[in-house]
């Protein structure tokens, strides 16, 4: 069975730094790619960011570009996002996604992704 478990999420003040990350289980995704979707109360869910399975091709929803790194280690079957500068707006639930069988072109659809963790959530104070 396929499991992703993220890990990281917390409360920071604004302007301030959190490290996510999310371990998978079950399969290899070192061919695959992975990301991040998060989920503000009331709102639907968004793509952040999608990295390849060789991690050399990277992609950001323009609201985190600059501020949000994504990466990935494959021996450890892990993806991991850094957020700097946050901002309030960023505060909402995070899900680790993997597995998108489509190009990058189409990684901000939610449908895209096969596989989905439960979420950690993110909080940012102002």
């Known amino acids: 069975q396929v499991q992703l478990v993220e890990s990281g999420g917390g409360l920071v003040q604004a302007g301030g730094s959190l490290g996510l990350s999310c371990v998978a289980s079950?399969?290899?995704?070192?061919?695959?790619?992975m990301g991040w979707f998060r989920q503000a109360p009331g709102k639907e869910r968004e793509f952040v960011a999608g990295?390849?399975?060789?991690?050399?091709?990277?992609s950001y929803a323009d609201s985190v570009k600059g501020r949000f790194t994504i990466s990935r280690d494959n021996v450890k079957n892990a993806v991991y996002l850094q957020m700097n500068s946050l901002k309030p707006e960023d505060t909402a639930v995070y899900y680790c996604?993997?597995?998108?069988?489509?190009?990058?072109?189409?990684?901000?659809?939610?449908?895209?992704?096969?596989?989905w963790g439960q979420g950690t959530q993110v909080t940012v104070s102002s």
């Open positions: 079950g399969r290899t995704f070192s061919r695959s790619a």
């Open positions: 996604v993997a597995d998108s069988p489509l190009s990058y072109v189409r990684w901000y659809k939610s449908d895209s992704w096969n596989y």
């Open positions: 990295i390849g399975g060789s991690g050399d091709f990277t």
